[in-house]
Each structure stands twice: as C-alpha cells, then as structure tokens.
C-alpha cells in the first residue's frame, strides 16, 4: 500500500532513501518524503512532496539535505487527500518524533482527540501524525525513546509497518510490524529497513524479516529485537536470492512488457522438477497432500484477490472437472464477512503474488481458525501468507514490480494445473496415460508462450485499429470465460476503458443491448467442445455491428473468416489454454495503455499490494 524505507550508517542518507523510494514506488505514487537527521542542524529535517518521487527528487535538489540516519515514504492515501502536508514522515508537535507508517490507524480519532485535550495541535488528516505524537507524549514522560514506542504500540489499534527516528536519538532507527511488512536489511557497518526487498537489494541481501507485534531497534553496527513483552529475541537471518536485474527493467520499456517477455522462464521454472521422475506424478515441495490427507478433504475453497482470484477459478474449473470435488470460491473480501461453510474437511487454496493483501490474509486467518488446512500459493518468499499458512507453495516468478499481475498469474495458474494433477493422480482420478499427455503438453507451455510474443508486432497494430474504443466486451465460455475476466480487469486496470467480460451464452439475457456498430468484442474461443456456440454469439455481435478481435487456436478457419481480427494460440491440450489465451490479452492491455499515454507500470489510484481493506 505505501512504501517505506531506512537508513542508518555512514553514508549520506539521502540517495539512498530516494533509490529505495523509487523501488517502491510501484507500492503507493501520490506523495513521498524523507526524514533525515542532520548533523549540523542537531535537528531532523523533512522534505516532502506531493506526487511522483522524482518531485522528492527536484525538491531535495532545490533544498539539500544531508544527514546518515533517515526514514522515507512512498503513500498510497487512506486518510487525507495526497497533499504536501499529509505526505509522510509525520512529525511530532515539538519536532522530535519522526514516522513513517504503512498501514492504518483504527483507534487514531480517539488518542487524537485525547492529544488534542493536552494541547497536541495536528496539522495533517492522517491517522500516521497520531502515532508520532503519542511517542512523543510518552517520549516526554520516560525520557526513552524505546519505552516510548512500546507504550504507544500498546495503545495503537489496526495495522503497521512503522520506522522512527528520534532527534535525541540519531544513533537508530526503530521498527515496529504488525498486519503490514517490514524486513531489517542488514549491511556491514549499515542496516536499513524496508517494506520489501527491491529498495535495499543494492546494498544487501541478509535479511530480518519482522513478523507481527516485533519492535527492532536499529544501530548502524547491531539490531535488536523485541516482541512485544520487551524480551529481547533472536532471529534468523534471511538470505535472499533475487538477482538486482530481476527488480530492474533491463532495456523494456515498463516493468510490464518485461515481466510478460519472462513468461516462458517463469513457466519453466515452475514446472521444472515438480514432476516425479518415474513419471508418475507431481512432486509438490513437500506439501502435505497425499492420498490420506485427500481422503478427509470434502470441499476445496478458492480465496484471492483481483488476478490471483481468477488463477484461482482455473484451478476450481480443473478440479471439478477432472477431480470431481466441489470447488467454492470467492474473492477474500466477501469470504471473510460471509460465515463461509468451512470446517476441518475442507481445503482452502489461499493465492497471492504478495502474499501481503489483506483481506487474502485474513481470509487465511478465518479459515485456520475454523479447522480448515490452507494450503497458501504465493509467490513473494516469507510474506506475511506464506508464513501463517499451514503449506505453501511458491510461484517462483521472481519479483513483479509493475501493479499489472502477468507473470504471477501464469505462475499460479501452472500452480493449479500442478495441484489438478497432483490431487487427481492422488485420489486415482487420472489415468498414467492421460497424465503423461497432459506433462508432455506441459512441457511445451514456454516455447509456445515464445511463439505467442513473437507475435507482440501483430498486437501492437491492434491496438492502433482499437485505440478509439469507449466500450470492449470480452466474451468466451467455459475456461475461456475466465481468462475473458482477467483480459477486462487488465484493460480497466492499466488502458482506464470500461470494459465487461460476459459468458458468452449470457450476452443475450441483457448487455447485447449495449453492443452498437463499432464496439469492439474480444472472442476468446480455444475450446474446441464450446468452439460452435462460442462462434454463433461471436456472430450475433456481428450482425449488430461490433467489431471482432478472437483469439483461438491455430489454424481455425471459422474464425478467419468471421473475425475482423484474429491472434492464434498453438494448439495444446484444452485444459492448458488459459494460460496461453491470456497473452494476447496481456499484450493488448499493454499496448492500449501505451497508446492512450498511460502511466502502464503505476495506473492511476492503484498499488501493487493492498494491504488494507
Ligand atoms: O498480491 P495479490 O496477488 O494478493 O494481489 C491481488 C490483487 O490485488 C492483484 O492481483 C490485482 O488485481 C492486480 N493489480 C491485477 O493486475
């Protein structure tokens, strides 16, 4: 939702805070600052701007600062509008508190007005100032600033991931986490902290990473950790095992037409060694989900978020169909207020790329506490899911930093054709033939992926014929119909069209009333068994006017002759489309950004992980 950043060492604050900043931009883009302690001033200096970091930037360049312990934001609003004075770090009335906050404050009306009624004067709408000046009415009584935070955590309600600097203090920095992330960066004779690990990975790959109501006091030569009771505790250290050009966007224009390029490798490396050598199965990381543990599951749950959610209900639409367990899903948000029909017989399939969104967590939480096993697909390492989870398996797409999910969702949908295959080998409901078929047309998946994106030139001229459209439909059925949901939310999400999916056999109880000559309907229709009934909805558009683009497989000539346009998909074998389909879709969202002048890696009001509700 926010980013934050932090620095305590010898070199100078700033760049370092500004390089983190931009990192983490992709987390929240409406205002940004830093917090530096500086040594001349004997004083801790802010600057803060509304808007992109790059205005920090100019900024701090017109005004510069410098100092060797210092804090920085990245905001995503939730209270108060972007605005210089509701950007973050919020400081204390006197000046001596400085915070950043990733989070939100629940309780933050009732300390303000009590605050208030010592005579605390506020000057921001943010829940974040509260928490600055309720250290500081501690800070003033004990005299510590370490005291203090934790007798403000005592009476803050609602998530954080917080970072405090002290002006009497300028030898650390402090963090406190809970419902949001936070990792310590440890360096040599330097630490950081930060919401992830793109903003430190230049300097650093040991890693703390703080779990929930854990406070660490940061020096420039030590760490110490603390939970809540003030006991000190010992962690281990995390390795990380990115490479810096995985967060960087190498030559590609945005962050997005990189990640959809990597789809091949991603694929690949999910698929590599997760079948059983004697080819006779999948091997799932030791995921507890053998033939007994199957036999006490009656029902399966879906949860998730945006795309993950239809990654999701690909893997619903395989499991029923070829496992013949019932399958419930429902995005996090609904489940998690909606008293699900869970208990110990059921499996919860939880999918996230962060492994951060909030409702997906609590979602989580509910399901644990019911009885119910979880079984986490998530593709950041030790995030807050994989870690309360009871099993996790990881999607190994490497970091997706543009707010458009493509790479994780071809990651989590070759989860879920790992996990169909694994539960119908498991439960005896997929013969050695038709699995080795499957495998070997999975083994395929990436170079067809390649021969899709060699065909990004063709979709590039699409987008030029299209870039008028006000309104596009995107229509299919089946497993078609899904990826039609994630092609729509791509386009709205990044392109900012209106754009609705429809089952295609739907569009005639009501929003064929929509279509007028010139609305474009995009035609997914890869199954072969639907392919007929998808065509004759494709022609009742046709005939009030609208244009076509399809996609489908390879060498169909009905859809030659009946769509304006057309991009084809090799042939494989009819559960593996989705993952195939949705590229072209990818592509087109993309390019319709670019061509309508968007910010395609940073759509406006969005962040990459929504780790409020
Ligand atoms: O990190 P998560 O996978 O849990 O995020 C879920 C959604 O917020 C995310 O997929 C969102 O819909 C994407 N921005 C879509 O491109």
């Known amino acids: 939702m926010c980013g934050i950043v932090g620095y305590v060492g010898d070199r100078n604050a700033v760049p370092v805070l500004l390089q983190g900043l931009k990192k983490l931009e992709y987390r929240g883009y409406d205002s940004a600052g830093v917090a530096v302690y500086s040594e001349t001033d004997g004083e801790v200096v802010v600057c803060k701007a509304k808007g992109r970091v790059e205005n920090l930037e100019n900024k701090l360049y017109d ?85 203090a935070v934790f007798r403000a955590l005592e009476k803050i309600d609602g998530s954080y991931a917080l970072g405090i600097i002290c002006r009497d203090f300028p030898d650390r920095m402090i963090a406190a986490k809970k419902n949001g992330p ?29 779990e929930d109501d854990e406070v660490a006091v940061i020096y420039k030569d030590d760490v110490k950790i603390f939970n809540l009771d003030r006991q000190e505790i010992s962690k281990e250290v995390y390795v990380v095992n990115w490479s810096i050009e995985a967060a960087e966007k190498s030559g590609y224009d945005h962050f997005m037409l990189k990640e959809i390029f990597e789809q091949p490798k991603v694929v690949s490396d999910n698929l590599n060694h997760r079948f059983k050598a004697d080819g006779t199965g999948v091997y799932l990381d030791g995921i507890k989900l053998d033939r007994e543990v199957l036999k006490s599951i009656n029902k399966i749950y879906v949860v998730a978020c945006g ?146 994106l060699s065909q990004a030139p063709i979709v590039k001229r699409f987008m030029e014929k299209y870039i008028d459209s006000k309104n596009v439909f995107y229509i299919g059925r089946g497993l078609d119909y899904i990826v039609c949901r994630e092609g729509s939310l791509k386009l709205k999400e990044i392109a900012y069209l209106h754009s609705e999916p429809y089952a295609a ?71 593996l489309t989705p993952l195939l389909a949705n590229i072209p879709q990818q592509l087109f969202a993309y390019y319709m950004a670019v061509g309508l002048g968007n910010d395609v890696d940073k759509p406006r009001n969005l962040a990459k992980s929504v780790t409020v509700e």
């Open 182 to 210: 936070l990792i310590v960066g440890l360096g040599e004779g330097e630490n950081f902290i930060a919401s992830d690990m793109t903003a430190i990975l230049k300097y650093t790959r040991n890693t703390y990473v703080l």
């Open 63 to 147: 005004h510069p600062v410098k100092g060797r312990l210092g804090i920085g934001h990245t905001r995503w609003a939730t209270h108060g509008v972007p605005s210089d004075v509701n950007a973050h770090p919020h400081f204390s009335s006197s000046g001596e508190v400085a915070v950043v906050h990733n989070g939100i404050i629940e309780n933050y009306m009732e300390i303000k007005e009590i605050l208030q009624s010592k005579g605390y004067e506020f000057v921001s709408e943010t829940d974040t100032e509260t928490v600055a000046q309720l250290i500081e009415y501690y800070y003033n009584d004990c005299g510590d600033i370490t005291d």
């Open 307 to 452: 795309t993950a959610y239809y990654a999701g209900l690909v893997g619903k639409f395989l499991i029923e169909k070829i496992v013949r367990i019932p399958v419930n899903s429902d995005v996090a948000s609904e489940f998690r207020y909606k008293d699900p029909l869970i208990d110990e017989n059921t499996l919860v399939l939880a999918i996230s790329q962060s492994g951060e969104t909030a409702d997906t967590l609590e979602a989580v939480r509910l399901a644990k506490r019911r009885g119910a096993k979880v079984l986490a697909i998530v593709n950041v390492v030790g995030s807050t899911i994989a870690r309360e989870a009871g099993d996790v398996l990881y999607t190994m797409a490497g970091p997706e930093i543009s707010v458009a999910s493509t790479k994780a969702f071809s990651a989590q949908v070759t989860a879920m054709f790992l996990l169909t295959l694994h539960i119908a080998m498991e439960s005896g409901r997929m013969s050695l033939e038709e699995f080795r078929e499957i495998k070997h047309e999975m083994e395929l998946l990436p170079s067809h992926i390649n021969a899709i």
């Open 505 to 575: 056999g739907e569009l005639k109880h009501g929003p064929i009333a929509l279509i007028e000559p010139s609305t474009l309907v995009i035609g997914v229709a890869t199954q072969q068994e639907l392919f007929t009934k998808t065509l004759s909805n494709i022609k009742e558009v046709k005939a009030r006017g609208a244009r076509v683009l399809m996609i489908a497989m390879e060498g169909s000539t009905e859809t030659k002759e009946f769509a304006d346009d057309y991009i084809f998909i090799p042939r494989t074998h009819p559960i």
